[in-house]
């Protein structure tokens, strides 16, 4: 077949790619611009040249033989590399790298670094997306995931940005009412969060006693939890590298050392097939900078 295909104009494997995810001679036509007598006709030439019939033609659609069908696959993920390929190389200093992250990760690490990026490459828009589910890159057109996990996911690749290390935290007056000297003084505090999350930070700690009573409250999203511990609701699990600030300007306590880890770690991701894209390669790059010069993250390596 590869010498058959020889020769073949990019234009007959286009109008057979919309045919063939489209079911009908008429939607591509109307997709592409041309009239549906003009696709019938790409398309027998194309079978002509192949000597293979690529559709069974029924009253009110079409649909691809088994050849059909296996060519249809090719042309789709060939042309959608050709289209990023192009997309790539036509960047201009008025694109837009769209990332999707997580919340927290987004609020209390992310933007407040966005600004250098964005001084450093002024033509260059972001556009940041919280959505909590898991979006396919390729067909949402993102460009970047913040993800937490293992690092390995189909058809992206991946980076480790750091680690996914959680530890309890409080607010000073709730840590000054519990006296907390060892991290068993923690199973009868108020808690907030997953209680498997809790048994495993006890488990980390080595305290074995059962973890009771259950928590008092439990959300989607780390900053809700840890909001809830800072206003003294009870203590909370989170990231000492995503709340090193509040630590520091002392609104939130770490009364014990010990963390755990929840993942793998947090990873920034792309598709593979724009491993070269510039705008993807600077904006990894410098988050990759920006970690790097993290000493909490360091200190959690």
Do not use: H
């Amino acid at each position: 077949m590869s010498d058959a295909l020889s020769g073949v104009p990019l234009s007959s494997i286009r109008v057979f790619e919309a045919a063939a995810r489209l079911n009908s001679f008429t939607r591509a036509a109307e997709e592409l611009g041309m009239t549906q007598a003009a696709v019938s006709w790409q398309i027998k030439a194309l079978e002509t040249r192949l000597g293979l019939s690529l559709f069974r033609r029924l009253p009110r659609e079409v649909l691809p033989t088994e050849a059909g069908d296996r060519l249809a696959r090719a042309a789709t993920e060939g042309l959608t590399i050709l289209r990023r390929g192009l997309a790539d190389i036509m960047e201009t200093d008025r694109e837009i790298l769209s990332i999707t992250t997580l919340t927290t990760l987004a609020t209390q690490w992310l933007a407040p670094r966005l600004g250098a990026f964005q001084v450093a490459n002024p033509g260059l828009a972001v556009r940041l997306d919280t959505t909590p589910r898991v979006m396919d890159l390729a067909r949402e057109n993102i460009d970047i995931a913040l993800r937490d996990g293992s690092g390995s996911w189909p058809g992206l690749e991946s980076t480790l940005l750091m680690p996914s290390v959680f530890t309890p935290l409080c607010s000073p007056k709730l840590c000054e009412r519990l006296a907390m000297k060892v991290p068993a003084d923690l199973v009868e505090a108020p808690r907030i969060g997953d209680e498997r999350e809790w048994a495993a930070w006890f488990a980390s700690a080595g305290v074995m006693t059962p973890a009771t009573p259950a928590s008092r409250l439990r959300a989607d999203i780390q900053g809700l939890e840890v909001a809830a511990a800072r206003g003294g609701q009870g203590v909370a699990l989170g990231s000492p590298i995503l709340f090193v600030r509040e630590i520091e300007a002392g609104v939130l306590v770490r009364p014990f050392p010990q963390t755990m880890r929840l993942s793998a770690g947090y990873w920034i991701a792309w598709p593979e097939d724009r491993r070269r894209s510039p705008k993807i390669t600077r904006f990894r790059d410098w988050l990759l900078a920006e970690a790097a010069a993290d000493p909490e993250i360091a200190a959690a390596l």
